[in-house]
């Protein structure tokens, strides 16, 4: 199980690093552009991987639709949610919504998968999102102001990245992970097509090497690495538990922004670790065996 649990917070740490190049990249690029030739060149990289590895699996009528779900709550709606809300709001209360995203998967594993959910995990749940507030707020904010507009959008792409951690969970084990992760990828670019090929022409932006590898770089680590690790630990840990591994997102986020905008470190910010290993242990510590 540990393995489940280290491949569960790899993933979310480079979700969680890929926000701040995701916002790079958004000061030169429109985002349905950036979104849609990540999922291209991920398809790239997968496609040979899959007919290598899991040779012609083709899914099911019911998979296919679960994939597509997948494609739609997780890459279309939460980074077009993210990064739009980004524009309205500002990175403190961004952040605090980001931290909301333990709770709601938590919820939507005992609604929607109908797991128990112990007073423990509950506990756990309180903790993390505690964590995140307290990294978040320490990190300033330099007088911005956030907004309605810009908090909703961010808590509807929350609520994507949770509906597509549920919905992976009911698939998970029924395709091999390549190849669930390239027709998740595939059907995400088909999504995201109609809305940047109209701009296609900004694609000669990408002569500047330095943003030609930070495109790469996201969708190889975004589009590929973390979906594979994520999956991958879904297959041995119950949804409500993975659902603590995505405090790692924001926390991350967090972090890149300590140690690449120069912003320093305070002791609100040890608070705020301090609490997310109290979550980490609370969800993941083992049950005591009962005679």
């Keep these: ?8 917070a790899g993933s979310m740490i480079l979700t969680g690093m890929n926000v701040a190049v995701a916002k790079t990249l958004a000061g030169a690029l429109p ?12 398809c790239a990289v997968l496609l040979p991987l899959a007919l290598w590895r899991d040779r012609a699996v083709r899914p099911g009528r019911k998979l296919l639709w679960n994939l597509l779900l997948q494609a739609a709550a ?9 990064l739009g809300g980004l524009r309205f709001t ?18 939507g594993s005992a609604w929607f998968l109908r797991e128990h959910i112990a007073p423990r995990g509950w506990a756990a749940v309180v903790l993390a999102a505690v964590g995140m507030a307290a990294i978040v707020l320490a990190r300033g904010g330099e007088g911005e102001g956030g907004s309605l507009l810009g908090n909703g959008l961010v808590l509807l792409g929350v609520c994507g990245e949770a509906a597509y951690v549920l919905f992976a969970k009911r698939a998970s084990g029924a395709l091999p992970l390549l190849t669930a992760s390239l027709w998740m990828q595939a059907f995400s670019a088909a999504l995201l097509l109609p809305a940047w090929l109209p701009e296609a022409g900004a694609a000669v932006r990408l ?12 969708a190889l680590t975004a589009s590929v690495l973390s979906l594979l690790l994520w999956y991958g630990g879904l297959r041995r840990a119950p949804a409500g538990v993975a659902g603590i591994f995505s405090a790692f997102l924001p926390a991350t986020a967090a972090v890149t922004a300590i140690l690449f905008l120069g912003e320093a470190p305070t002791a ?13 242990m609370l969800a993941t510590w083992p049950p005591r065996n009962r005679a």
């Design 74 to 82: 997780g890459t279309v709606l939460y980074n077009v949610a993210l």
């Design 207 to 218: 002569a500047d090497p330095w943003l030609l590898t930070l495109l790469v770089f996201h």
């Design 90 to 107: 500002s990175a403190i209360e961004a952040g605090l919504v980001l931290a909301t995203m333990p709770a709601v998967v938590a919820l």
């Design 268 to 280: 609100t910010h040890a608070l705020g670790f301090a609490l997310l290993f109290g979550s980490m």
């Design 1 to 8: 199980m540990l393995s489940a649990y280290a491949q569960l």
């Design 31 to 42: 985002i349905p552009m950036i979104l849609g030739l990540r999922c291209l060149i991920a």
